[in-house]
């Protein structure tokens, strides 16, 4: 079996204590600006739309700003930010740059880090099997791929791509001419693939484009298909995440979002009358052992009726919302009729 590791928490959670929880994934429509949607776009079940108003903080001004940079889908974003090689400094000076609304900068900020080093990018497409009628191969097998998925990666190219053309105890050729137009390590490499997603969903066309970049860059044709195939495979499980082949020693433990595990702290908290934010994932499945059939029955209700509770606070600050909109609209027609 293997273990897939990650820089984001895992839950501890029972799937008893969240069963009669339902989960709400928020619609990309309705994403930006709105308070669940760091939750969201950070949740490894998320798929990206490559909307950018999909990201926390990103609004059609946000849009247009960047749109006018150049910048049209997530991919993009996040290309960018791993061009700057993850300076949050730097991004910050790009969305400055772009006009973007200062007050919100921040929050894009963060968003973008955590969905890359916390989730990763799945792309879900491949390179077709002719690019301008020259047939594209690859010398990466299921053997290397997984051996690139198991690495955790430390932004060397050598390092994280092993036998893929970059050379182990010294560079290659590719390495070299690479490093010369700027991509000297592995996030900008996966920078500059990002940024050729110039549509909302990638596209073989997307991938091809990059292939041929990769030629005018100095990259050796019996090299490229395989870069591109290797990169892929990692972004299918995050390039922060790797997997380690361990041996089964009981039931794997259910994964749930990051959203719940923060209701079943809020709750455990409660439940012991600890101070808000004290408690750790850990602490909360330590305590869940040692917890009575009663006990346990009490704790499962509290996390329940705390996520039932959020559910309905949001259902009505938005109906709150539709009112106030209600209002506006009818002030707007009453001015209309008195001009």
């Keep these: 079996t293997f273990v897939r590791h990650s820089s984001a928490p895992v839950s501890v959670l029972s799937l008893a204590l969240c069963r009669d929880t339902p989960r709400q994934v928020t619609p990309a429509s309705r994403l930006s600006c709105a308070p669940c949607a ?20 990103i609004g059609p001004q946000s849009t247009e700003k960047l749109n006018k940079q150049g910048i049209y889908t997530t991919y993009q974003l996040l290309g960018h930010f791993l061009w700057l090689d993850r300076d949050k ?10 006009d973007t609304p200062g007050a919100h900068r921040e ?33 990466l097998d299921e053997a290397k791929a997984k051996k690139i998925k198991n690495i955790k990666f430390n932004n060397d190219l050598r390092h994280d791509f092993p036998g893929v053309g970059f050379g182990n105890e010294s560079e290659t050729k590719t390495a070299k001419k690479l490093a010369a137009h700027g991509i000297e390590n592995t996030n900008r490499l996966f920078g500059e693939m990002l940024r050729h997603f110039d549509q909302t969903q990638p596209t073989p066309d ?6 041929k970049r990769l030629g005018e860059l100095g990259c050796a044709d019996g090299w490229k298909t395989t870069i591109i195939n290797a990169m892929i495979a990692k972004l299918d499980i995050g390039i922060d995440n790797y997997e380690t082949e361990e041996p089964r020693t009981g039931p794997r433990p259910p994964t749930k979002s990051r959203l719940e595990e923060q209701r079943a702290l809020h709750a455990y908290e409660a439940f ?3 101070p808000h934010g004290s408690t750790t994932l850990d602490q909360v499945q330590a305590g869940i052992a040692s917890f009575s059939t009663a006990e346990f029955s009490d704790w499962a209700r509290r ?8 559910l309905q606070r949001k259902a009505e600050a938005e109906a709150e919302a539709e009112a106030l909109k209600a209002e506006v609209r009818e002030a707007t027609a009453e001015a209309e009729a008195l001009k």
């Design 107 to 139: 929050a894009v900020a963060e968003a973008v880090s955590k969905r890359v080093a916390e989730v990763g990018i799945k792309i879900g497409v491949t390179l077709p099997t002719h690019v301008d009628g020259t047939p594209v191969s690859s010398r």
């Design 89 to 98: 400094t730097a991004f910050l000076a790009l969305l400055k740059s772009a």
């Design 206 to 211: 997307n991938l091809s484009k990059f292939w």
């Design 272 to 274: 012991f009358d600890l």
């Design 303 to 310: 996390f329940h009726d705390d996520a039932t509770a959020q």
């Design 38 to 57: 760091m939750a969201c776009f950070t949740d490894a079940s998320y798929q990206l739309t490559g909307d950018l108003q999909e990201v926390d903080h």
